[in-house]
């Protein structure tokens, strides 16, 4: 079965600082995709980051970036340099097929607070 | 930038009326979802659907629910007699692909339902 633990459920970053979530998963299947979103106070889910099992490279959008360590399951979100406005629930998931469609399972969330 | 577009941001109703919520995926997309976050819990996979029909469904998906894509842009999600344990904010996400585990999915900015 998939599992995604996210163990932080609050973090807090001074504003300009860089910032890592954790995420570890378990899977037994070769290809899966790694997800990161954000769900501010307002309750939308926003897209952030996606990083493929078999991407070689790390991946980033702007600010964000995926640190993707296949071996040891994990696949941590770096926010680098925190903006007041990052603040939200980050909720990581991993999308695996079950049967001819794919779905997503996700972590518990982590909080996060950047402080002026 | 293209999005998913759910109506309506927020529907109260009473106890066993029913209700349909709406969403336009993406437009080239071909995968559609149905995501439920209970307030305070994890997202929860509802149902997939692809070819106009239902690919998959969760446990939650019982005979209360369920889905259509009455026209070519909308897709519904609708639960015939909700009870209170219904209120929740439910997610709509489309993805480009499907039956490969790879790709972005997006989700919409979510319907709250609240049930009373």
């Known amino acids: 079965a998939q599992k995604i633990t996210q163990t932080q459920p609050g973090m807090f970053v001074q504003e300009k600082e860089a910032v890592t979530l954790d995420c570890t998963y378990d899977t037994s299947d070769q290809s899966y995709g790694l997800f990161w979103y954000k769900q501010p106070s307002s309750g939308e889910m926003i897209f952030l980051i996606y990083?493929?099992?078999?991407?070689?490279q790390n991946a980033t959008e702007g600010r964000y970036s995926l640190n993707f360590q296949k071996a040891r399951k994990s696949a941590n979100l770096v926010i680098s340099a925190s903006q007041l406005g990052d603040s939200a629930m980050y909720f990581c998931a991993m999308s695996f097929l079950l049967g001819s469609a794919r779905q997503l399972t996700f972590g518990s969330g982590t909080q996060l607070t950047v402080l002026p | 930038e293209p999005e998913v577009t759910q109506t309506p941001s927020h529907q109260v109703t009473q106890m066993g009326q029913e209700v349909i919520l709406r969403c336009v995926p993406i437009s080239n997309h071909l995968y559609f979802y149905w995501y439920r976050q209970i307030l305070g819990q994890k997202v929860e996979f509802l149902v997939s659907?692809?070819?106009?029909?239902?690919?998959?469904k969760s446990e939650i998906f019982d005979d209360q629910f369920s889905v259509e894509r009455p026209d070519g842009s909308n897709f519904t999600l609708k639960i015939r007699s909700t009870k209170l344990e219904d209120s929740a904010m439910y997610f709509c996400?489309?993805?480009?692909?499907?039956?490969?585990?790879?790709?972005?999915?997006?989700f919409g900015e979510g319907s709250r339902l609240t049930v009373l």
């Open positions: 996400a489309s993805s480009e692909v499907g039956r490969t585990n790879t790709g972005e999915l997006f």
């Open positions: 990083q493929g099992s078999y991407d070689e």
């Open positions: 659907f692809y070819n106009n029909e239902i690919s998959e």
